[in-house]
Each structure stands twice: as C-alpha cells, then as structure tokens.
C-alpha cells in the first residue's frame, strides 16, 4: 500500500478489486469482475483511483449507470480521494469469450426453458379474444412476483399487438453481444418485444414462419440468466404463435384469461383447449374485468356478467380431463389502466386497491408453485445458463 507525502495510505489494489466485485453489468447482472470488464486499476500516491471498464458494445444504453457504479463501489474503499472511469469496447474475441462463457458451454439456438433439468416455470398467458385484458394480467404477475424476490422475465409473445414494454414501463433498448441479446429490464423484470426492434409504431406484417423465428430468437437468443418464472404473452386466439410455444417450449404451462361474460367465455375455452391437441398442462383460469365496485355504495355492478370464469374453468376441467381451477377475479378498476398507460403496475403503486390484491393473490399462487420446485432436491442440475 502507498503511502502519500503527507503520511495518508493509498488503497490497495486488492481492496478496489473486491469493491469492482460488487458492481453488477445493469443488463447481465452479473459482477463486471466476472464478465472480464474490468481492463485496469490504477491508483496513485494520492489516493485517487482510475478505473478502465470494457463495454460488450461501443453503444451501450447503460454506459452512464456503470460509470455510476464503479464511481460509487470504488469511492466508499478506505484510502480513496477520487474516482475516474475510462470507457472501452471489448475486441470481437472478448464478445466472442464473454458469449460463450455466459452459455455455459451449450449450443447455439438452444431453448434453456426446454431442457429436461431446467428449474423455470414457463407460463404462456392466453386468451380467447382480444380486449380481456391478458397484457395488463401479464405485466401485473409478472411485478407481483418479482417484488416478492423472484427472478422474472416476460416475452411479448403477441407480436402483431405488442404491448408489454409500454405496460411495464420498460423504455429500453436490448443491446447485442455476439449472437446474444440482453434485455433491458423495469420494475425488476426483464422484457423483450418486437417493438423493441421496429421504428415508431410502425406494424409488423409478417406470416407465420416469420412469427416462429421471432419467438425461436426471444427464446434462444435472450440472455435470460436464472430465471425462476417467465411469462409469455400470447396474441389471442390459437393462431401461430401458440403452436411455436408447444413446439420451442412444451412444458409451458397454460394460464387463460377471460371476462365473465358468456361469449368470452366460449372463446376462451377454446383457446385453452389447445391443451389436449398439445399436451400442455393449463395451470388455470383468471376473470379479469368481473366487476365494477360502486363509487358510492360499494356493491358490486357485473358490467360484463357474471360466471365467466368458473364456465371456462369446468369446460377445461371436462375436455383435459383435469382440475382446472379458477385462480382468481379482477374488478374493474380505473387504476389498473391508468398504470398500464404510464408503465407503472397497479400491484406497485397501489397494492391494496381491489385490482392489485387480487392480481397479488393470483401471483402468490403461481409464484408458490415455483417456490415448491426450486426447493425440490434436483439432484445437482443448475438453473438455466443461457
């Protein structure tokens, strides 16, 4: 250790390498020490501190948040009088070592969520028809769940309706290493859409080969780490999409969403039919929109009906064969939109309005299942690495 002229000891390089250890890349979460983005340390007599980090890419969205953190890591080491941090780029070699080592060693165009030994729960959010509400049930899960510590990641699945980043409030940009993708992430949960690749609001026109591939990549090319549930959001109906998720991802399990009413309820019963022709398992039935409470009295109005939910969930029950039960209702609730259209989840910003408790209990249900399986002795089979 150094010492200045006026007798003052200069941190040691191992001290600042322990403090970079507890700096995480924003996009891959993983330490900077780890990834090989730490290019050098030096510290002079005087206890400042210059720091040299490599970046994945040249244009990284999340250059300003790592000078931040090293800056914060490093200044809070004893001995420390100032923090500079110097950005580079990482050669095509170090993307290609970094890529590699962030697989594991698995192949290329593999879907982790698929293997026999993964330790994620895939749940595909489907629906009959549009306008019930699925993206908003979605979003607010998938929140739910990672402010109760899970690991949670959302595929905007629905491609020619994406919606998810708005809804989630993720206005970041994936950045891509090699062959890989890192997703930007908002309110804990990592997300990736279609309208994260296309300019403005501009629409995808693409048949169905086209759609597969776009999911083949969310699924396989996304670096999604250790997830313990991932959603997808379905478009509605039993299009394409929904036949690639049985192929890429048949362990997914089947969560329908309808409305009370009894034409979206028959709708919805069918797209979760598609169970039996695909082997999947449906997890269950969530009635959004099941009632407006009064302003002023606080009974209960059923705009759209009432039974929608419990029909859908005994029509499944008889055609799978299976209990398939009905998870929970939604009330109508003005703030449920309104935090859609600002990105902000109802069950964040008001978790004991009526919408948010009930999408708080539905997510306690789903998250629980994970919970179960995670503590399950797996022998020593990892979560997924890639």
Known sequence: MATDTYGTAAPGEDAIRVALATVNDPEIQRPIT????????????????????????????????????VTEAVSRVEGVTGVS??????????????AASLRGGQAEREVPFAKPGSLTRVYAVASGKGGVGKSSVTVNLAAA????????????????????????????????????????????????????FTPGNAPVVWR???????????????????????LLDLPPGTGDIAISVAQLVPNAEILVVTTPQQAAAEVAERAGSIAVQTHQKIVGVVENMSGLPCPHCDEMV??????GGQLVADGLTRTTGTNVPVLGSIPIDVRLREGGDEGKPVVLTDPESPAGSALRAIAGKLGGRQRGLSGMSLGITPRNKF
């Open 145 to 196: 769940m990672a402010a109760d510590g899970l690991k949670v990641g959302v595929v905007d699945a629905d491609i020619y309706g994406h919606s998810v980043p708005r809804m989630l409030g993720a206005d970041g940009k994936p950045t891509q290493v090699e062959n890989m993708i890192m997703p930007p992430s908002a309110n804990g949960v990592k997300v990736i859409s279609i309208g994260m």
């Open 302 to 307: 059923d705009v759209f009906g009432t039974g």
């Open 34 to 69: 780890d990834l090989g983005m730490v290019k050098s340390v030096e510290i002079a007599a005087d206890g400042s501190v210059a720091v040299a980090v490599y970046l994945t890419v040249s244009g990284c969205p999340m250059r300003e948040t790592i000078i931040s953190r």
């Open 208 to 230: 169905g080969p086209m759609l597969h591939r776009a999911l083949q990549q969310f699924l396989a090319d996304v670096y999604w780490g250790d997830l313990d549930v991932l």
């Open 85 to 98: 941090v110097e950005l580079d780029v990482m050669s095509d070699e170090q993307r290609r070592e970094l």
